[in-house]
T-cell receptor, first 113, second 113 residues
């Protein structure tokens, strides 16, 4: 019940394409869903986050879609660029207690020039 | 301002030796987390500190792992009698008490020979 399942494991798209990364969770106590971007040799950096009271959130070229009833959320990257090539992690955390993140296993994205 | 810093950036040790990893959180952040990132895996929660409260140690994989946080700031993760399966990147994150966004350091890459 604590798991966050992320897919696909890896993704290759052409420049300008729209990669989509999906995550699913079981624990209904989760109420904060961040996406982190990690470049090789660096720590993860927060990209965008959503709470379950909204179905979509956009920040620049990044959009989270959230389906509360299906317990799924996804990251869309519009007009993807080679500089977006990185590993992306979804995560979930409850609204109480330690706020520890439960991370997905990551998606390695490569955007071809 | 300065972000989360970790030292050393890389550590190579022999099996059976003890190692200490250091984390300096963002100034003023009361919550501090340690995660482990194994090759090809997601991020695994290890331990959480919040102010003067008792730490959440539920993620520590064995009693060879311990951590402390002195003066509510700097934290040290200690691994005793290291094993080859301990090889991973150890990430530290901090957050404001009121927020759920966690800011990650660059990590310490531990290699146990």
């Amino acid at each position: 019940q604590q798991q966050v399942k992320q897919s696909p494991q890896s993704l290759i798209v052409q420049k300008g394409g729209i990669p989509i990364i999906n995550c699913a969770y079981e624990n209904t106590a989760f109420d904060y869903f961040p996406w982190y971007q990690q470049f090789p040799g660096k720590g993860p950096a927060l990209l965008i986050a959503i709470r379950p009271d909204v179905s979509e959130k956009k920040e620049g070229r990044f959009t989270i879609s959230f389906n509360k009833s299906a317990k799924q959320f996804s990251l869309h990257i519009m007009d993807s660029q080679p500089g977006d090539s990185a590993t992306y992690f979804c995560a979930a955390t409850p609204n109480s207690g330690t706020y520890k993140y439960i991370f997905g296993t990551g998606t390695r994205l490569k955007v071809l020039a | 301002g300065a972000g989360v810093s970790q030292s050393p950036s890389n550590k190579v040790t022999e099996k059976g030796k003890d190692v200490e990893l250091r984390c300096d959180p963002i100034s003023g952040h009361t919550a501090l987390y340690w995660y482990r990132q194994s090759l090809g895996q997601g991020l695994e929660f290890l331990i959480y500190f919040q102010g003067n409260s008792a730490p959440d140690k539920s993620g520590l994989p064995s009693d060879r792992f311990s951590a402390e946080r002195t003066g509510g700031s700097v934290s040290t993760l200690t691994i005793q009698r290291t094993q080859q399966e301990d090889s991973a990147v150890y990430l530290c994150a901090s957050s404001d008490r009121q927020g759920q966004e966690q800011f990650f350091g660059p990590g310490t890459r531990l290699t146990v020979l």
